[in-house]
T-cell receptor
Framework: DVKVTQSSRYLVKRTGEKVFLECVQD?????MFWYRQDPGLGLRLIYF???????EKGDIPEGYSVSREKKERFSLILESASTNQTSMYLC???????????????FGAGSRLTVL | GQNIDQPTEMTATEGAIVQINCTYQ??????LFWYQQHAGEAPTFLSY????GLEEKGRFSSFLSRSKGYSYLLLKELQMKDSASYLC?????????FGAGTRLTVKP
């Protein structure tokens, strides 16, 4: 089974702090994604990456950046955390670029971030 | 705009059947996914529909009508472990849009 591992399950940070959320997948997937999940809003795409050193903005990239230096690792960075970034952050990976029934997103368990 | 709507919460009884609906309005359509997410855990893939009709996988079935912009997930012989959130997601080209999820509670 593909495993997507997020390093921190729970984090509490202060406004203005720099926050790193790490994600590692172990099945050589080329595509990796960062979503945030908020009640009533569903999953919203922040950033994604189709290859090492490549990144593309999703629907809500403001206030976030990402880094993909190695194929298996995709990091989400909050340069200066704000209270409205309190959320559940989900990392996902997918083998191929095009989604299908045979090529689905595999998610990590999530990182719950609280910004005080 | 793009809308994906599903009920916020549902409750059903162990052993019963429950149908979770999802309606969508998107500029394009290339497939519809259902995911299950237990509290505090990762969403896991349940089903994928790209053509109209019913796809059956054991106790779970998913139906799609593209002309109506409508899908449902049918869960039979409900078990307590089916208590979870169920996420509907629509694929448009390579852009995946998620609904807010339906939280299902199964009671004894």
């Amino acid at each position: 089974d593909v495993k997507v591992t997020q390093s921190s399950r729970y984090l509490v940070k202060r406004t203005g702090e720099k926050v790193f959320l790490e994600c590692v997948q172990d099945m050589d997937h080329e595509n990796m994604f960062w979503y945030r999940q908020d009640p009533g809003l569903g999953l919203r795409l922040i950033y994604f990456s189709y290859d090492v050193k490549m990144k593309e903005k999703g629907d809500i990239p403001e206030g976030y950046s990402v880094s993909r230096e190695k194929k298996e690792r995709f990091s989400l960075i909050l340069e200066s955390a704000s209270t409205n970034q309190t959320s559940m952050y989900l990392c996902a990976s997918r083998r191929d670029r095009i989604s299908s029934g045979a090529n689905v997103l595999t998610f990590g368990a999530g990182s719950r971030l609280t910004v005080l | 705009g793009q809308n994906i709507d599903q009920p916020t919460e549902m409750t059903a009884t162990e052993g019963a059947i429950v149908q979770i609906n999802c309606t969508y309005q998107t500029s394009g359509f290339n497939g519809l996914f259902w995911y299950q997410q237990h509290a505090g855990e990762a969403p896991t893939f349940l089903s994928y529909n790209v053509l109209d009709g019913l796809e059956e996988k054991g106790r779970f079935s998913s139906f799609l009508s593209r002309s109506k912009g409508y899908s449902y997930l049918l869960l039979k012989e409900l078990q307590m472990k089916d208590s979870a959130s169920y996420l509907c997601a629509v694929l448009n080209n390579n852009d995946m849009r998620f609904g807010a999820g339906t939280r299902l509670t199964v009671k004894p």
